[in-house]
C-alpha cells in the first residue's frame, strides 16, 4: 500500500502500513542491532518480562549474535534490572533507565493500586515500606521470607503486592534469569551514583520532567502514536499524558481515521513497503499490546483471541510474517515447532522455517 500524500497545509497521512513499518523499525525488527542487550533495552523502552525468558527471547528477535550469558552477566552486574514499571507490569530495563521510569508511574499506580483495594491504606503502604528498606539493607530476601516478616512486625503481610509502589525493589539474580525464570528474590535497587545520566534525561526525576522523558522514549521506541497510545502505555491519565506532551519537541502525523499523530523529531519512518522478516517473539511482548498495536493492526482481528486469553492474563508465543502475527510456536522435544493460522506462500514457510531454526539453534547454544 502506498503512503498518502500530504495535503498542503495539513499533516501528513501515515497509512496503517506505514505506522506498522516505523513500529518494527523502532522496536528492532525490520533489521536485527548491533547494540548491546543494555543499550537494545533502552533503545526498545523496555521489555515487558512477566516471565523472565520473555527479554532473553525479546532480544534474540532484535538483536545480531545476542547470546544468553551476555543478558544474564548485564542482569547479574547490576547493568539491568527487572522491576515494576509501566502499567504496574514487570519490565526488563537498562538500570539507568529505571529511576526515571518508576519517577514517572509512581503517583498514579499509588492511586491507582490504592483504589483498587479495600485493605491496606496510604498510612499502612508507608509503614510496611519503611519495614521492607530496613530488612534489605543487609541484602536481598525471598518474597516469602519478606511477607513473614512483615507479619512479625505487625504490619500488614497483604501489602507486599503493592509495596514496590512504595520502595524501589528490583529482582535479584539468579532468580528471573533464563536459568532459573522464577522472579521471586527482591533487593533494593541501588541508587545510581552522584552526577550519572540516564538515556536522555540525567538524574533530575522530578515526576514532571520523568514523565516528559518517558513520553519521549515512548514516541521513539512505539511512535507515531496518540496521546491516548502515551498514556495507555505509561498508565496515566491522557491528561497527564498531554501535559508532558507539551514539554516536548513534536511532530504531527494523522492516522487513516483522522487520528492525530505526534512523533519525535528524526525517529524512523520507514516506507510502507519496506520488507518485513520472520521474528518469533516470546509472550506480552509489548510490541503486540497498547495503542500502537490497534492502529499498527499488528494482530489481525480474526486471531487476537488465538494470542491474548480472555479468562487469565496469558499471551502465546508468535511469529511474525510480513510483520504481522500469522502464527503461533512452542519449543519442545527440542525443536520450535510452529502452527500458521492460514496457509503460508511456499516463500513464507521457508522463511518460517529459516528463523524457526535459527531459533532452536540459539535455544540449544550451537
Given at each position: 500500500m502506498?503512503?498518502?500524500?500530504?495535503?498542503?497545509?495539513?499533516?501528513?497521512?501515515?497509512?496503517?502500513?506505514a505506522?506498522l513499518?516505523?513500529?518494527?523499525?523502532?522496536?528492532?525488527?525490520?533489521?536485527?542491532?548491533?547494540?548491546?542487550?543494555v543499550?537494545?533495552?533502552?533503545?526498545?523502552?523496555?521489555?515487558?518480562?512477566?516471565?523472565?525468558?520473555?527479554g532473553?527471547?525479546?532480544?534474540?528477535?532484535?538483536?545480531?549474535g545476542?547470546?544468553?550469558?551476555?543478558?544474564?552477566?548485564?542482569?547479574?552486574?547490576?547493568?539491568?534490572?527487572?522491576?515494576?514499571?509501566?502499567?504496574?507490569?514487570?519490565?526488563?530495563?537498562?538500570?539507568?533507565?529505571?529511576?526515571?521510569?518508576?519517577?514517572?508511574?509512581?503517583?498514579?499506580?499509588?492511586?491507582?493500586?490504592?483504589?483498587?483495594?479495600?485493605?491496606?491504606?496510604?498510612?499502612?503502604?508507608?509503614?510496611?515500606?519503611?519495614?521492607?528498606?530496613?530488612?534489605?539493607?543487609d541484602?536481598?530476601?525471598?518474597?516469602?521470607?519478606?511477607?513473614?516478616?512483615?507479619?512479625?512486625?505487625?504490619?500488614?503481610?497483604?501489602?507486599?503486592?503493592?509495596?514496590?509502589?512504595?520502595?524501589?525493589?528490583?529482582?535479584?539474580?539468579?532468580?528471573?534469569?533464563?536459568?532459573t525464570?522464577?522472579?521471586?528474590?527482591?533487593?533494593?535497587?541501588p541508587?545510581?551514583?552522584?552526577g550519572?545520566e540516564?538515556?536522555?534525561?540525567?538524574?533530575?526525576?522530578?515526576p514532571?520532567?520523568?514523565?516528559t522523558?518517558?513520553?519521549?522514549?515512548?514516541?521513539?521506541?512505539?511512535?507515531?502514536?496518540?496521546?491516548?497510545?502515551?498514556?495507555?502505555?505509561?498508565?496515566?491519565?491522557?491528561?497527564?499524558?498531554?501535559?508532558?506532551?507539551?514539554?516536548?519537541?513534536?511532530?504531527?502525523?494523522?492516522?487513516?481515521?483522522?487520528a492525530?499523530?505526534?512523533?519525535?523529531?528524526?525517529?524512523?519512518?520507514?516506507?510502507?513497503a519496506?520488507?518485513?522478516?520472520?521474528?518469533?517473539?516470546g509472550p506480552?511482548?509489548?510490541?503486540?499490546?497498547?495503542?500502537?498495536?490497534?492502529?499498527?493492526?499488528?494482530?489481525?482481528?480474526?486471531?487476537?483471541?488465538?494470542?491474548?486469553?480472555?479468562?487469565?492474563?496469558?499471551?502465546?508465543?508468535?511469529?511474525?510474517?510480513?510483520?504481522r502475527?500469522?502464527?503461533?510456536?512452542?519449543?519442545?522435544?527440542?525443536?520450535?515447532?510452529?502452527?500458521?493460522?492460514?496457509?503460508?506462500?511456499?516463500?513464507?514457510?521457508?522463511?518460517?522455517?529459516?528463523?524457526?531454526?535459527?531459533?532452536?539453534?540459539?535455544?540449544?547454544?550451537?
Amino acid at each position: 500500500m502506498r503512503q498518502t500524500a500530504p495535503v498542503p497545509g495539513r499533516e501528513r497521512v501515515l497509512t496503517d502500513d506505514a505506522c506498522l513499518r516505523a513500529l518494527l523499525a523502532r522496536q528492532l525488527l525490520l533489521e536485527r542491532s548491533t547494540l548491546t542487550p543494555v543499550r537494545a533495552l533502552e533503545r526498545v523502552c523496555g521489555l515487558q518480562t512477566q516471565h523472565a525468558p520473555s527479554g532473553y527471547l525479546g532480544l534474540h528477535a532484535r538483536v545480531e549474535g545476542f547470546e544468553r550469558a551476555d543478558l544474564t552477566a548485564a542482569l547479574t552486574r547490576g547493568r539491568a534490572v527487572q522491576a515494576w514499571a509501566m502499567r504496574s507490569t514487570i519490565h526488563m530495563l537498562a538500570a539507568r533507565d529505571r529511576p526515571v521510569f518508576a519517577d514517572a508511574v509512581r503517583d498514579g499506580q499509588r492511586v491507582a493500586w490504592l483504589r483498587a483495594r479495600t485493605g491496606p491504606t496510604g498510612e499502612d503502604m508507608s509503614a510496611a515500606a519503611e519495614a521492607v528498606r530496613g530488612h534489605l539493607a543487609d541484602g536481598p530476601l525471598r518474597q516469602a521470607e519478606i511477607t513473614a516478616r512483615l507479619g512479625s512486625d505487625g504490619l500488614r503481610a497483604d501489602a507486599f503486592p503493592g509495596l514496590q509502589h512504595w520502595v524501589d525493589l528490583v529482582r535479584v539474580p539468579p532468580a528471573g534469569t533464563w536459568e532459573t525464570p522464577r522472579a521471586h528474590v527482591y533487593g533494593l535497587a541501588p541508587r545510581p551514583p552522584a552526577g550519572a545520566e540516564t538515556a536522555g534525561a540525567g538524574t533530575a526525576t522530578d515526576p514532571d520532567a520523568a514523565r516528559t522523558e518517558l513520553v519521549r522514549r515512548y514516541l521513539r521506541a512505539f511512535g507515531p502514536a496518540t496521546a491516548q497510545d502515551v498514556a495507555r502505555f505509561a498508565g496515566f491519565g491522557v491528561g497527564t499524558a498531554r501535559t508532558a506532551l507539551a514539554g516536548l519537541e513534536l511532530r504531527r502525523f494523522h492516522d487513516e481515521r483522522g487520528a492525530e499523530l505526534l512523533d519525535v523529531p528524526r525517529a524512523p519512518l520507514p516506507d510502507a513497503a519496506s520488507p518485513a522478516p520472520v521474528r518469533f517473539l516470546g509472550p506480552f511482548d509489548a510490541v503486540l499490546l497498547l495503542g500502537h498495536a490497534a492502529r499498527t493492526r499488528i494482530v489481525p482481528a480474526p486471531f487476537r483471541s488465538r494470542v491474548f486469553a480472555t479468562t487469565m492474563p496469558r499471551s502465546t508465543p508468535t511469529f511474525l510474517v510480513d510483520g504481522r502475527v500469522a502464527g503461533t510456536w512452542a519449543h519442545r522435544d527440542g525443536r520450535i515447532a510452529w502452527e500458521p493460522f492460514t496457509d503460508l506462500a511456499p516463500r513464507d514457510r521457508r522463511a518460517v522455517d529459516e528463523e524457526a531454526e535459527r531459533l532452536r539453534a540459539w535455544w540449544v547454544g550451537t
